[in-house]
């Protein structure tokens, strides 16, 4: 697998921390703990892809991703890492065009894999949600 400049927005310090590590043994990761912080990395960086919490303390990550566009700032192709229920996730998969969602918890070696599953399938967009189990 080719390595990749990853975004991961998570503002859970330390799943957001052994995330981040985890991927670094591939991978280039730039980490956001906040809306703000994703919107001027998103901004001023172009990311392959970003791994992307719904929930961002009093932010969600579906208001972030229309700023973005309202500004016309690009978008890289997008994982949602949620512990939303699925619903949530699904609804959040056809507001924002993610191409994949999974449903926290998961492990790091199925968000390296579901990295790598985009990497393969870069087009294709508004995936189903991904049961963890399904792939660990």
């Not at 980490?31 to 998103?42: H, M, Q």
């Not at 929930?55 to 939303?84: E, Y």
Request: aromatic share 4%.
């Amino acid at each position: 697998m080719q390595r990749k400049e990853i975004l991961l927005i998570e503002d859970d310090h330390a799943l957001g921390a052994s995330i981040s590590e985890y991927l670094k043994l591939a991978h280039t990761v730039s980490w956001a703990t906040s809306a703000d912080d994703a919107f001027k990395a998103l901004a001023h960086h172009k990311f392959d892809i970003a791994i992307v919490d719904l929930a961002l303390g009093p932010d969600s990550a579906v208001t972030l991703l229309k700023a973005l566009k309202r500004f016309g700032k690009p978008i890289p192709p997008l994982i949602i890492c949620s512990a939303q229920p699925i619903g949530m996730i699904r609804e959040a998969v056809e507001q924002t065009g993610a191409m994949i969602a999974l449903q926290k918890p998961c492990s790091c070696k199925v968000i390296n894999e579901a990295i790598d599953l985009l990497t393969r399938q870069p087009n294709k967009i508004g995936a189903p949600v991904v049961e963890t189990k399904r792939l660990s």
